[in-house]
C-alpha cells in the first residue's frame, strides 16, 4: 500500500449533467451498459467510450469478442471481476483476471479477440476507449497486462480505498501514463459517509461513473448505473464527494486533443479519407 498525501482544494468541480447509459450488446452477443456515446466524444474529448458489463449469467457474456480489428486510439480493459484472454495479431496473448488492466495501442492496425475463459461466476469490468493525438495514430500497436498486484493503491485515514490506473491521485503515481492527453483514472472504494477529494488538472475534461451505491457531489446524488459529467468550473482545482452508504466508483478524467473526430464503427481517425484508407488496409491484411 502506498502512501498519500491529502488533498486540500481551494473549489471542487461540481455535476455539470448526469447520464444514464443504454442497454446493448457487442462482440458475439455480449450484454453491456454503453456509458459513454458519440454523442458526449466532444464534450469528454479525449474519450471515446465507456463500456461497463457486468453479469453471473454466463449466456450474456459466454461468446465474448471474437477477432475484430482497431485503429486510431487506446482501450483500457480494467476487470472487477473474471477472467478474459486476449490475443492479437502483433503477437500478443495475456489473461486479466479479478482486479487486473490491459492497456492496448492500436496505432495503425490491430485485430485481437477478448475471450471469457471461465464457464460460470460474475464476469464484471469496464473498457474506455482513449483518443490518440493525429500524430500517433498510426503507430505501432502495443499491448500490456497489469496484474492487480501492479496496480499501486493507497488508503484515506477515513477508510477509502484508491486504486491509481492511470495518472496520480493525492501523491500516487499510477501503472500507466501518456503524454499528449495525460489521463487519469481512479477506482474509488468508499465506506459510508467518508469523504474524498482529490487534485484534477483544469485542463482536463473529467467524469465519474459510480457502479455500487450512491455519492454526493456538492449538492448532486449520483446513484448506481448513472455516470455525471464534471463541469469545467474556472478556479476549481480537483474533486470533493462523500459517499452516502458504501459506494464504488470510478474517476476518469483526461486533457482534450481538440481534434477532429471520425469514428467509423472500430476506426477513429481524423478524416473520412483516413477512414476509407483504414478499411481497406484491414480488408487487404495491412494491419499487424
Not at 79 to 100: C, I, K, T, V
Not at 190 to 198: H, I, Q, S
Not at 224 to 239: V, W
Request: proline letters at 6%.
Amino acid at each position: 500500500m502506498n502512501t498519500a498525501t491529502s488533498a486540500t482544494l481551494q473549489q471542487s468541480r461540481g455535476i455539470e449533467r448526469l447520464v444514464e447509459g443504454v442497454a446493448t450488446s457487442d462482440g458475439a452477443g455480449v450484454s453491456l451498459t454503453r456509458v459513454l456515446t458519440g454523442k458526449l466524444q466532444r464534450r469528454l474529448d479525449p474519450f471515446l467510450m465507456l463500456d461497463a458489463f457486468g453479469s453471473d449469467d454466463p449466456d450474456e457474456y459466454i461468446a465474448g469478442f471474437p477477432d475484430h480489428p482497431h485503429r486510431g486510439f487506446e482501450t483500457i480493459t480494467y476487470m472487477l471481476h473474471g477472467r478474459m484472454r486476449h490475443r492479437d495479431s502483433a503477437g500478443h496473448e495475456g489473461l486479466l483476471e479479478n482486479g487486473g488492466m490491459q492497456w492496448m495501442i492500436a496505432g495503425r492496425g490491430a485485430i485481437h479477440s477478448e475471450m471469457p475463459e471461465q464457464e460460470n461466476g460474475v464476469m464484471e469490468g469496464f473498457q474506455l476507449w482513449l483518443n490518440l493525438p493525429a500524430a500517433n495514430k498510426m503507430a505501432a500497436p502495443w499491448y500490456k497486462d497489469f496484474p492487480t498486484t501492479e496496480i499501486p493503491e493507497y488508503s484515506t485515514a477515513n477508510g477509502a480505498t484508491v486504486r491509481v490506473i492511470a495518472g496520480s491521485s493525492n501523491g500516487v503515481q499510477g501503472a500507466m501514463t501518456r503524454e499528449t492527453t495525460e489521463p487519469v483514472y481512479l477506482d474509488i472504494h468508499l465506506p459510508a459517509d467518508a469523504n474524498f477529494a482529490t487534485a484534477l488538472p483544469a485542463t482536463h475534461n473529467a467524469f465519474i461513473y459510480v457502479y455500487r451505491g450512491t455519492v454526493q457531489v456538492g449538492d448532486t446524488q449520483v446513484a448506481a448505473q448513472r455516470m455525471g459529467i464534471l463541469g469545467n468550473t474556472p478556479g476549481a482545482d480537483g474533486l470533493a464527494l462523500t459517499a452516502s452508504e458504501d459506494s464504488r466508483l470510478i474517476l476518469v478524467a483526461g486533457k482534450p486533443l481538440d481534434e477532429p473526430i471520425v469514428q467509423y464503427g472500430p476506426f477513429v481517425m481524423n478524416t473520412q479519407e483516413e477512414i476509407h484508407q483504414a478499411l481497406d488496409d484491414y480488408r487487404n491484411g495491412r494491419f499487424a
